[in-house]
């Protein structure tokens, strides 16, 4: 499955790449809800994209991205005046006798410190960081989907929840942001051949166990160590992966637009690294076909899925 994914953030550059359409309406929906104390988790990357806008519509989300970043901020500084004084606090404590709990407390407010002035930075900071576009479940991306005979982009989080199931499946089935293709007409029927989405990807990340990375089998005793892989296609390209969707309602509830990415068996250098899962990038001159799925003719969807882009993908241990 895919654990986390550097993906194109900008919404312009979709437009720029593929003709798409941007769907500020949903855009503006979900800059709202964050602002009025939404959980929504949103990468700075998308943050980013409206910081010079072009538009009445584009610039309503940019005072609505301020406002929250505004807010965030406060709640930093005073989170951060809390752990300087309880890390005061503790050095009093061992100057004069050394204590488990003192220790402790120093630890947590170090680490606590060094946290909030790295968020505070990131609230400050204008220019770009890869981690800026990087996502993992729960978190919301753009996604190119056909709507009217138009590619359009909507935000989109990364957790997928079909429509017409209670909100309670995000915590029964947490692994939905991955629709296993040997799964497609089971679990997911409602969306495979009815709502197909693309979310474009430079890079993904997987955890696996150090023993298999390595190629080994456990020593006697031995405990696994989980270990984070990045994976790059070679050559380097944007892949553009194939997504399910799902538009859930429920009265009294904002619509929840969230999506999955297709998973599949891996190609051999991804599972000689150790990992079972791996995306399916479709070929860009399948995009539209993927976009304007047919549910009778499921048969050619799967076709699609099989004449993927299959790069080399080469990895490292993630940074």
């Known amino acids: 499955m895919c654990y986390s994914a550097q993906i194109l953030a900008d919404y312009r550059k979709y437009v720029r790449m593929f003709g798409a359409h941007m769907s500020l309406r949903e855009f503006a929906r979900l800059y709202f809800e964050r602002a009025e104390g939404s959980k929504a988790k949103i990468p700075k990357g998308m943050d980013d994209a409206f910081l010079n806008p072009t538009s009445d519509e584009e610039r309503e989300i940019k005072a609505l991205i301020e406002k929250f970043n505004a807010e965030q901020t406060s709640k930093l500084k005073q989170d951060l ?58 978190h919301y991306a753009p996604v190119m989907v056909m709507e009217d005979g138009h590619r359009v982009i909507k935000p989109m989080r990364y957790q997928c929840r079909i429509a017409g199931k209670p909100a309670s499946y995000d915590v029964k089935y947490p692994g939905t942001y991955n629709a296993r293709r040997d ?28 023993a298999k ?46 999506f999955a990415v297709i998973t599949d068996e891996p190609p051999p250098e991804i599972a000689a690294a150790g990992h079972n899962r791996c995306i399916i990038p479709i070929k860009p001159e399948n995009l539209d076909a993927w976009l304007n799925p047919n549910a009778s003719d499921l048969a050619a969807l799967y076709a699609i899925l099989d004449d993927r882009d299959r790069p080399f993908y080469e990895h490292r241990l993630a940074a």
């Open 81 to 138: 005046f809390k752990q300087r004084t309880r890390l005061a606090d503790a050095e009093r404590t061992l100057q004069t006798k050394v204590t488990k709990e003192a220790a402790e407390s120093q630890r947590i407010a170090t680490d606590k410190i060094a946290w909030t002035l790295s968020k505070l930075d990131d609230f400050q900071r204008t220019e770009p960081q890869p981690r800026d576009s990087r996502i993992f479940p729960g």
């Open 183 to 210: 799964n497609l007409e089971a679990f997911w029927k409602p969306l495979f051949g009815r709502s197909h989405g693309i979310l474009v990807v430079s890079e993904f990340y997987e955890n696996v166990s150090k």
């Open 213 to 258: 990375m390595e190629g080994r089998d456990f020593d006697e005793g031995e405990k696994d160590e989980n270990v984070v892989l990045e994976f790059k296609p070679n050559p380097p390209h944007d892949m553009l992966v194939a997504c399910l969707w799902s538009r859930w309602s429920a009265p009294g509830e904002p619509d929840l637009l969230s």
